[in-house]
């Protein structure tokens, strides 16, 4: 039996929003991961230090919308312009709504990566981190 998954252009999106804000969260925690363990060597809490590597993501995250917004918007145009073909016209039109759901969307991925980041921000070996060499 084969399954079949017809994914469109709109999942295909989400997609790959979710697995690029994924990346750059478990990246950015292993990159740290020395700094993080010498946070909790300090005695910060475990809250602590989930909300202090989560904020940089959320901010990242709203930087990303407010700049990728404009950036999309203003290159569609362009790119609709090379695919101009004679007898056919390409009309681009979106709605606020479409604007606001795509920033809905980022963030809503954005906190569940979060979410699933923070188990691997528990499991950093205090002693281990430390113990390596710069």
Do not use: Q
Request: aromatic fraction near 8%.
């Amino acid at each position: 039996m084969r399954w079949r998954v017809r994914l469109s252009p709109v999942m295909m999106a989400a997609l790959l929003c979710f697995v690029v804000l994924f990346t750059l969260s478990t990246t950015n925690i292993s990159e740290r991961e020395r700094e993080l363990a010498t946070i909790k060597v300090l005695g910060f809490r475990r809250g602590e230090v989930h909300s202090y590597v989560n904020k940089e993501t959320l901010v990242l995250t709203l930087f990303g919308i407010a700049l990728g917004l404009p950036a999309g918007w203003a290159l569609t145009y362009p790119m609709v312009g090379m695919m101009k073909m004679p007898g056919i016209h390409l009309e681009v039109r979106t709605s606020l709504l479409s604007w606001i759901s795509v920033a809905v969307l980022a963030l809503a991925f954005a906190l569940a990566v979060m979410l699933i980041t923070n188990r691997s921000l528990d499991r950093i070996d205090m002693v281990e981190s430390l113990k390596s060499p710069e």
